[in-house]
């Protein structure tokens, strides 16, 4: 069974800085390619960015560009989104997802809540 | 990237059929037939219940179909159920490894 536990999130202030944990479970991770999706309160889905199965191609939203940073270590079964700079309209639930043939978003994880604010 | 167009809202009597839409371009929903849907219960996840145009995950009732003409994508659901009450989402493939979401429908069983 597939299972993406995503961690990290909390209260920051704006300007902070914030690294978000997604513990991929049950399938074999370093042959995915993945994606982190975002939900502010009341809102609809906001794609974040997207890695490649490897690690080698990594892709963002054109106007998130230059504040988040995906990566992921495939020893470790680990998706991290860095987010720099955090400013008000970053609160949000963050969802970790896999992708199975990378052109639909397949599992998601339960999501952490990442709240800005001072 | 602009998010693809769905109503808000769209209700139905138990058993009858609804249909959502979601208007793209011709960058995104007209360029790929890669358009998913998902469905959200309140306080969950998204779900992947409809995908690559004619695809459903395993133990997604058929009752979900969907279709695409142009740059517009539609989500039918037939013999609407009370347990379809839920926001869903639409989202396309926009090239480059990305992807943009539709603003979301809430559908409400009568």
């Known amino acids: 069974e597939v299972q993406l536990l995503e961690s990290g999130g909390g209260l920051v202030q704006p300007g902070g800085s914030l690294r978000l944990s997604c513990a991929a479970s049950g399938f074999t991770f370093s042959n995915y390619a993945m994606s982190w999706v975002r939900q502010a309160p009341g809102k609809g889905l906001e794609w974040v960015s997207g890695i490649s199965a490897s690690g080698g191609g990594t892709f963002y939203a054109l106007s998130l560009r230059g504040r988040f940073t995906i990566s992921r270590d495939n020893s470790k079964n680990t998706l991290y989104l860095h987010i720099n700079s955090l400013k008000a309209e970053d609160t949000a639930v963050y969802y970790c997802?896999?992708?199975?043939?990378?052109?639909?978003?397949?599992?998601w994880g339960q999501g952490t809540l990442v709240t800005v604010s001072s | 990237q602009s998010a693809l167009t769905q109503p808000a809202s769209v209700s139905g009597s138990p058993g009858q059929s609804i249909t959502i839409s979601c208007t793209g371009s011709s960058s995104d929903v007209g360029s790929y037939n890669l358009v998913s849907w998902y469905q959200q219960h309140p306080g969950k996840a998204p779900k992947l219940i409809f995908y690559?145009?004619?695809k459903r995950p395993s133990g997604v009732s058929n009752r979900f179909s969907g279709s695409k003409s142009g740059n517009t994508a539609s989500l039918t659901i037939s013999g609407l159920q009370a347990e379809d009450e839920a926001d869903y989402y639409c989202c396309s493939y926009a090239g480059n490894s990305s992807y943009v979401f539709g603003t979301g429908t809430k559908v409400t069983v009568l």
């Open positions: 690559q145009g004619s």
């Open positions: 997802v896999m992708e199975v043939g990378d052109t639909e978003l397949d599992y």
